[in-house]
């Protein structure tokens, strides 16, 4: 039965990164439609981003997600997913993305780690909880410069 879920748990996040590929080719956050994204998403998802980022705070739903990816985009210029490994055991996956980014704000690039726990209920994503090694490294990257000092 855990095989079944693994599977099931890897096919889900395989489909939505590849369906998150394509919702930003078409444009992303204000040019193409969350639709795309929408069926690998519980409709009561529930992200959890750290406080200190840009984009910080919970998000819930899909209009909570739709408003993250807007906030990421307004955050980040570019946001390159270089490589990715999971881990699925059953209801709970792993994934560690190695990003390659550059800051909007700021123009900075950074790489940097991310890991997420990811929970999937009924073939869905219903909640991820994502872990940066350094959010002060990423905050100060994208942070508004002050234009006062």
């Known amino acids: 039965m855990t095989d079944?879920?693994?599977t099931d748990s890897l096919t889900v996040l395989t489909?939505?990164?590849a369906a998150e590929a394509e919702y930003l080719a078409a444009g992303g956050p204000g040019e193409a439609s969350f639709d795309l994204l929408a069926p690998f998403f519980a409709s009561d998802v529930v992200l959890h981003q750290a406080d200190a980022l840009p984009y910080g705070?919970?998000?819930r739903g899909h209009a909570g997600m739709e408003r993250f990816f807007?906030?990421?985009s307004h955050t980040w210029e570019s946001f390159d997913m270089?490589?990715?490994e999971f881990l699925a055991t059953g209801?709970?996956?792993v994934v560690l993305t190695r990003v390659r980014a550059r800051a909007r704000a700021t123009g900075r690039e950074l790489a940097f780690p991310i890991l997420q726990t990811v929970a999937i209920k009924d073939g869905r994503i219903a909640e991820v909880r994502p872990f940066?090694?350094?959010?002060?490294a990423i905050a100060a990257a994208c942070a508004v410069p002050d234009e006062t000092g």
Do not use: N
């Open 82 to 84: 270089v490589e990715q």
């Open 15 to 17: 489909g939505m990164y």
């Open 57 to 59: 705070g919970v998000w």
């Open 4 to 6: 079944s879920l693994t």
């Open 132 to 136: 940066y090694w350094d959010t002060a």
């Open 91 to 93: 209801e709970t996956a």
């Open 70 to 72: 807007l906030a990421m």
